[in-house]
């Protein structure tokens, strides 16, 4: 049982790359969601999914594109990376029943030239 | 609105008391989170609260005001590893929307 997982680990991209962020759950948790953390900063959701197929908005979805074709999968997308991008990326799920306690990934930490 | 508001720092000296305060004014209210979050990892949960009073897990507790919009993390017989960040969080209902305050960091002096 691994929990949550995110690859990869770290990254550097130039401004106007792409790359996708995988996010990776073995709890058959319901939930998932994606957020940013930048220094001195509480977590920030970009993007949350309440079920296979089904996305929403957060607080900060500008920029960001996710997808979640497997229930185990939460993917985040930047199309064309920005270094206001810069910053670390978690990702968290919990269950639909009861849900008190969201899992989070160790992090991906990403860097924009 | 959604605002979530704790204190950017505080310091306390090993073996003390320490009360991290956390207010919200949000709309449609669930439930509030605690999570310690040490530098460079992921944050990991303390506590949950969805009906007002205080809630006991060891050394941590963690009270809730719905009416007031407030809630507090207290933290007991301090120890230098308790030194981290403590985050707030609201989560709504539907969807288990979750908003995170900014941190309080804590530093625990011997």
């Known amino acids: 049982n691994a929990g949550v997982t995110q690859t990869p680990k770290f990254r550097v991209l130039k401004t106007g790359q792409s790359m996708t962020l995988l996010c990776a759950q073995d709890?058959?948790?319901?939930?998932m969601y994606w957020y940013r953390q930048d220094p001195g900063m509480g977590l920030r959701l970009i993007h949350y999914?309440?079920?296979?197929?089904?996305?929403a908005k957060g607080e900060v979805p500008d920029g960001y594109n996710v997808s979640r074709l497997k229930k185990q999968n939460f993917l985040l997308g930047l199309e064309s990376a920005a270094p206001s991008q810069t910053s670390v990326y978690f990702c968290a799920s919990t269950t639909r029943i009861g849900g008190e306690t969201q899992y989070f990934g160790p992090g991906t930490r990403l860097l924009v030239l | 609105g959604q605002n979530i508001d704790q204190p950017t720092e505080m310091t306390a000296t090993e073996g003390a008391i320490v009360q991290i305060n956390c207010t919200y004014q949000t709309s449609g209210f669930n439930g509030l989170f605690w999570y310690q979050q040490h530098a460079g990892e992921a944050p990991t949960f303390l506590s949950y609260n969805v009906l007002d009073g205080l809630e006991e897990k060891g050394r941590f507790s963690s009270f809730l005001s719905r009416s007031k919009g407030y809630s507090y993390l207290l933290l007991k017989e301090l120890q230098m590893k308790d030194s981290a960040s403590y985050l707030c969080?609201?989560?709504?209902?539907?969807?288990?929307?979750?908003?995170f305050g900014a941190g309080t960091r804590l530093f625990v002096k011997a």
């Open positions: 709890m058959n948790h319901e939930y």
């Open positions: 999914s309440v079920g296979e197929g089904t996305t």
């Open positions: 969080a609201v989560r709504f209902t539907g969807g288990f929307k979750t908003i």
